[in-house]
């Protein structure tokens, strides 16, 4: 399993949930943008955002499926969203990325830098070898985190995720340790 971590970037802290979240989880969880793109239970509940902040993320870190963070303000500490790991293969060190921002939050670049921290986390402290990131091939944004933070895109993944309104296409991106070395050089390409 991945050990417990809180993680800085300049403007953000990545730490565990903790009961404090609650709220702010469940009104970000229960937001149109993110019921859209993510398969969350309908209607999100408060009940769901206590599970998750207290026990789901912990048990997921601790069965070694991954890891998962409250993305929070540094200087307010108020929540902006949440980024993790998800479907961990610990033979062949790869592990996917997952993210949400808080309805208050977006436009400010956040997914993209939190993004950014864990994968050098990742690749470089836990010495794995793949970071993987889907977006569905509509979520223009998400693909533009993904760009911005450094990963590179593969292709496209034909009905191979589920969302509310059905099965969909996802485009496929990736990071690898010799990106990172690489990339001082050639920076980030564009969509
Ligand atoms: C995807 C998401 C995390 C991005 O949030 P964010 O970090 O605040 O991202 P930003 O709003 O700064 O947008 C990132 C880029 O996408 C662009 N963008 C945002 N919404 C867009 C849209 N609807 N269409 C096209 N571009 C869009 C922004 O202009 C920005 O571009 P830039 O880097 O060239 O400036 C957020 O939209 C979200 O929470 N969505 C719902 C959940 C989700 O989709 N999760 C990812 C599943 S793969």
């Given at each position: 399993?991945?050990?417990?971590?809180?993680?800085?970037?300049?403007?953000?802290?990545?730490?565990?949930?903790?009961s404090?979240?609650?709220?702010?989880?469940?009104?970000?969880?229960?937001?149109?943008?993110?019921?859209?793109?993510l398969?969350?239970?309908?209607?999100?509940?408060?009940?769901?955002?206590?599970?998750?902040?207290?026990?789901?993320?912990?048990a997921?870190?601790?069965?070694?499926?991954?890891?998962?963070?409250?993305?929070?303000?540094?200087?307010?500490?108020?929540?902006?969203?949440?980024?993790?790991?998800?479907?961990?293969?610990?033979?062949?060190?790869?592990?996917?990325?997952?993210?949400?921002?808080?309805?208050?939050?977006?436009g400010?670049?956040?997914a993209?830098?939190?993004?950014?921290?864990?994968?050098?986390?990742?690749?470089?402290?836990?010495?794995?070898?793949?970071?993987?990131?889907?977006?569905?091939?509509?979520?223009?944004?998400?693909?533009?985190?993904?760009?911005?933070?450094?990963?590179?895109?593969?292709g496209?993944?034909?009905?191979?995720?589920?969302?509310?309104?059905?099965?969909?296409?996802?485009?496929?991106?990736?990071?690898?340790p010799?990106?990172?070395?690489?990339?001082?050089?050639?920076?980030a390409?564009?969509?």
């Amino acid at each position: 399993m991945f050990p417990e971590t809180t993680l800085h970037t300049e403007r953000l802290t990545l730490r565990p949930f903790n009961s404090t979240d609650i709220p702010d989880t469940q009104a970000s969880c229960a937001d149109p943008l993110t019921q859209r793109w993510l398969p969350l239970p309908q209607p999100y509940t408060l009940d769901h955002a206590t599970s998750w902040c207290t026990s789901v993320a912990h048990a997921l870190r601790e069965s070694g499926d991954g890891i998962h963070f409250a993305i929070v303000d540094s200087d307010t500490e108020r929540l902006m969203g949440t980024i993790g790991l998800k479907k961990t293969n610990w033979q062949a060190l790869v592990s996917e990325v997952g993210y949400w921002v808080a309805p208050w939050a977006r436009g400010r670049g956040i997914a993209a830098e939190a993004t950014r921290s864990l994968a050098q986390w990742l690749l470089g402290d836990q010495k794995f070898q793949r970071l993987e990131l889907r977006a569905a091939t509509e979520n223009i944004a998400s693909q533009k985190v993904a760009l911005k933070a450094g990963l590179h895109r593969e292709g496209v993944l034909r009905n191979s995720d589920v969302i509310h309104a059905g099965r969909i296409d996802a485009v496929l991106f990736s990071l690898v340790p010799d990106d990172l070395t690489a990339e001082a050089a050639a920076p980030a390409g564009h969509l």
